[in-house]
């Protein structure tokens, strides 16, 4: 299973734009890219998936280059309740989900 | 329709006790998957269901560890003799096949079961 690197934490205000970047440099060739976030006293929620180039949803958008060995996950605008942890995770079809520590994103008013 | 549940959403025990942890799938979902998230931590796989069967136990700690799936529906986890360090959230997922080949299923998750040893 392809190994991730994020950062443990970061910070923002709120209304600007937040990128997360994931580092996954064994990457296969058949690994998809997801991104799960994680509230307090919750379990995970799913929030964006993509194999390369740039995929955009209701919620994010997630910027994979050409070589994909990393991947950035975007948030626009974020509010407070975008405080939350964000999981980046790589891998295919039903093998289980390897989930590091995760980016734990705290926004300030 | 509902989501994952998972039932109880606290439990207290005593070092040396048994415990049961139950979720119930979304329905119509063939694919459960348990998972373990210690204070501050990521989550830890441990077992996952295709229907009834278990093609992959990898994660389970130890032989205390057990889990069972019946009708394609809810999942028992069981803790035999549990220890301080059996304490933790444990997270249930499902998703509908886990057969989709590349593309990674959405697993949906419960809201866990909180376990204290003490």
């Known amino acids: 299973l392809a190994k991730t690197t994020q950062p443990i934490s970061m910070d923002s205000y709120e209304g600007q734009e937040v990128n997360i970047t994931c580092s996954h440099n064994?990457?296969?060739?058949?690994?998809?890219i997801t991104w799960y976030q994680q509230f307090p006293s919750q379990g995970p929620r799913f929030i964006i998936q993509?194999?390369?180039t740039k995929v955009t949803n209701e919620v994010a958008s997630l910027f994979i280059p050409a070589d994909r060995k990393s991947s950035t996950l975007s948030l626009p605008r974020v509010s407070l309740s975008d405080t939350a942890v964000y999981y980046c995770?790589?891998?295919?079809?039903?093998?289980?989900?390897?989930f590091g520590k995760g980016t734990r994103l705290s926004v300030i008013a | 329709g509902a989501g994952v549940s998972q039932s109880p959403s606290n439990k207290v025990t005593e070092k040396g006790k048994d415990v049961e942890l139950r979720c119930d799938p979304i329905s119509g979902h063939t694919a459960l998957y348990w998972y373990r998230q210690s204070l501050g931590q990521g989550l830890e796989f441990l077992i996952y269901f295709q229907g009834n069967s278990a093609p992959d136990k990898s994660g389970l700690p130890s032989d205390r560890f057990s889990a069972e799936r019946t009708g394609g529906s809810v999942s028992t986890l069981t803790i035999q003799r549990t220890q301080q360090e059996d304490s933790a959230v444990y997270l249930c997922?499902?998703?509908?096949?886990?057969?989709?080949?590349?593309?990674?299923?959405?697993?949906?998750f419960g809201p866990g079961t909180r376990l204290l040893v003490l």
């Open positions: 995770l790589v891998g295919e079809g039903n093998t289980p989900l390897v």
């Open positions: 997922a499902s998703s509908r096949s886990g057969t989709s080949g590349g593309l990674r299923e959405t697993q949906y």
């Open positions: 064994n990457i296969a060739t058949n690994d998809y």
């Open positions: 993509g194999y390369k």
